[in-house]
């Protein structure tokens, strides 16, 4: 979460690193979608168990 230095992951440094996903709402057969997560939110969200290919 630092840059390649270890850290704690506490509640607050998580919610951070998620603080700038956007979700962009689908329409019709368009599914909602998560453009450009970073590497860190993707890692987070696998850890959650979220796809963020499939958010239906």
């Known amino acids: 979460m630092y840059a390649g230095?270890?850290?704690?992951p506490t509640g607050k440094l998580i919610l951070d690193a998620l603080a700038g996903i956007r979700l962009i709402s689908g329409t019709g057969q368009s599914p909602p979608t998560i453009p450009?997560?970073?590497d860190?939110?993707?890692h987070l969200l696998d850890l959650l168990d979220i796809d963020p290919r499939d958010l239906r």
């Open 36 to 38: 450009q997560p970073t």
């Open 40 to 42: 860190l939110q993707l």
């Open 5 to 8: 230095r270890p850290a704690i």
